[in-house]
C-alpha cells in the first residue's frame, strides 16, 4: 500500500474535521475514542500520563479506525521527534512555537536530507519493518508539521510561521494564550477571541489550514465559523469528567425526589432505550 496521510491531504484541501483530544494514556481508552467517529485524534504527550515511549502501542490501538493519529509532542527535542516518526506518527503538533527560528528547525527535524536532517534508519515501525516500499521517496512529502501559537508573540508571528516551507499548518492553543494573555485559562475571553478571530480571517483567506481544541460543541461551530478547519472537541477525560458530574447531579435530584412524600412518577424506560453500556 502506497503511504498516504489523508489527514494531511484533508488539511490542504480545508476541508473541515472534528477530532479528538486523547489524554488518558490507555490503549483501550486509545481504541475506543478512534471508533467514536472522529476524523482525526490527537494523542497529547505533553499534558498526559502518556509520553513519547508509549506512542508504539498507542498507534498500534488507533491503526486500523479509520480515525487519523496525531501527535502532540512534549518539546521540540529533535531525538524525541525522530522517535515519534519512526514509531509511525505521521501528523505532529508542535507546543509554543512563537518565532520563524522554531518553525524552520522543526520543519527540518521532521524530513530526511536534503530537505532536512532526520536521522537515518530503516528497521523501524513507520516503514512497517523495512517492508513500506516507497517510504523513504514519499515520507518527506506525507509527513504532517503542525505550529501551535499559544501566546501573543506567536500570534503576531502567525503570517511569517505559515509561510515556511515544511509547516503545514497552524494550531492555536486558546488555554495557554488565554494564560499568556493573563485570564487565567478562559479560553472564551474577548480578547483571546479577538486574536483568533483576526489569525482565522487570514488562513481563510490565504488558505492555510487552522486548527484549535474547544470544550463544547457550539465553540467548536463558533471556530469554523471565523476561518478554522480542524478542531478538536474537549479531551477524553474532560468528557469522562463532565459526563460523570452530569450523572451524579441527576441521580441525587431523583433521589431527593424519591424521598418526598408525594414523589413524582419517574417512568422506566422502555427496553429499546435501555441498552446496557457495559
Known sequence: MALHNSFKHALLNRELLVGAW???GSTVMAELVANAGYDFMVIDIEHSTANTHDLHELLQAVAESGTSPVVRMASQDKTQIKFALDMGA?????PMVNTVDDAVALARACRYPPFGDRGFARMHRASRYNTQPDYFERI???VCVIAQLETPLAMANA????NVPGIDGLLVGPGDLSVALGHGGDVTHPQVRE??????GYCRRSGVPLGTVLPTPELVAWAYSIGFNFVSHASDLGLLMNA??????RIRE???NASMT???TITAPTPSSAKSAY
Open 140 to 142: 518527506n512529502q506525507e
Open 22 to 24: 486523547f489524554m488518558s
Open 195 to 200: 486574536m483568533m478571530e483576526e489569525v482565522g
Open 159 to 162: 503570517m511569517q510561521i505559515a
Open 244 to 249: 460523570s458530574k452530569t450523572g451524579i447531579s
Open 262 to 264: 408525594d414523589p413524582p
Open 254 to 256: 431523583l433521589s431527593a
Open 90 to 94: 505521521l501528523s505532529l503538533y508542535f
